[in-house]
């Protein structure tokens, strides 16, 4: 706790000078977007709308590559909806990952998905969902060649929406 009654202080790493170097990099990253953000009302009923997970937190299958978190890998893994918790793992390091570690759902929540999709809530849960980095310094790669890939695998899977967890 800090100083204010019921408020918790976020650990990220447990040092205080990775922490600070973290936080004056991040100042340098921000670009603010230029011109209109386009925004298009979802209308779908719930109950028919077919979704999908993108998580920056750095979750993949155990099997997958490890992202190269220093090297703010902008890569994307592919992790299909037939996962189980136990085959998946984050290798993202500038959160502090304890919760997650113990349960995937903080930041990755596709078991609550799928139960939502069984109780009929929603029409589905997509036959794939994204795992990337949320620490992406150079944009580039990512805005060029990582979300066209994102984008081709929503339409092919006919996705009606995402849902976006931060890390």
């Given at each position: 706790?800090?100083?204010?009654?019921?408020?918790?202080?976020?650990?990220?790493?447990?040092n205080?000078?990775?922490?600070?170097?973290v936080?004056?990099?991040?100042?340098?990253?921000i670009?603010?977007?230029?011109g209109d953000i386009?925004?298009?009302k979802?209308t779908?009923?719930?109950?028919e709308?077919?979704f999908?997970l993108?998580?920056?937190?750095?979750v993949?299958?155990?099997?997958?590559?490890?992202?190269?978190?220093?090297a703010?890998?902008?890569?994307?893994?592919f992790?299909?909806?037939?996962?189980?918790?136990?085959?998946?793992?984050?290798?993202?390091?500038h959160?502090?990952?304890?919760?997650?570690d113990?349960?995937?759902n903080?930041?990755?929540?596709?078991?609550?998905?799928?139960?939502?999709a069984?109780d009929g809530?929603i029409?589905?849960?997509?036959?794939?969902?994204?795992?990337?980095m949320?620490?992406?310094?150079?944009?580039?790669?990512?805005?060029d060649a990582?979300?066209?890939?994102?984008?081709?695998?929503?339409?092919?899977?006919?996705?009606?929406?995402?849902?976006?967890?931060?890390?």
């Amino acid at each position: 706790m800090d100083g204010r009654k019921g408020e918790t202080k976020v650990k990220l790493s447990g040092n205080r000078f990775i922490e600070s170097l973290v936080s004056k990099k991040a100042k340098q990253m921000i670009n603010p977007i230029l011109g209109d953000i386009p925004l298009t009302k979802f209308t779908k009923p719930t109950k028919e709308a077919v979704f999908a997970l993108i998580t920056t937190a750095g979750v993949h299958l155990k099997t997958q590559p490890v992202f190269e978190v220093e090297a703010g890998d902008p890569s994307v893994r592919f992790i299909p909806s037939s996962v189980k918790e136990e085959e998946l793992m984050i290798s993202h390091t500038h959160f502090d990952r304890s919760d997650a570690d113990r349960d995937v759902n903080c930041v990755f929540p596709l078991f609550r998905l799928i139960e939502l999709a069984t109780d009929g809530i929603i029409g589905g849960a997509a036959r794939t969902h994204f795992g990337l980095m949320g620490y992406i310094p150079d944009t580039s790669p990512l805005i060029d060649a990582t979300i066209p890939l994102i984008l081709k695998q929503l339409k092919d899977d006919k996705v009606d929406a995402v849902i976006l967890n931060p890390g």
